[in-house]
């Protein structure tokens, strides 16, 4: 059981919840685990 409560969302928050399209943002848990390895590729071939 949890106590905490969130606070209100930030004005920022809830415009950007009103004009974005959810499914724009994908969380395949497959394409996700896929795509892991690749960013980390991309994050070490940088530094």
Partial sequence: MS???PG???T???ALNENT???WIRLD???L???APR???LVRLRQ
Avoid: L
């Fill in 3 to 5: 106590i905490w409560q």
């Fill in 8 to 10: 209100p969302r930030p």
């Fill in 12 to 14: 920022w928050v809830q």
């Fill in 21 to 23: 399209d959810p499914a």
């Fill in 29 to 31: 848990p497959d394409e």
């Fill in 33 to 35: 685990a896929a795509e």
């Fill in 39 to 41: 960013a980390d590729r």
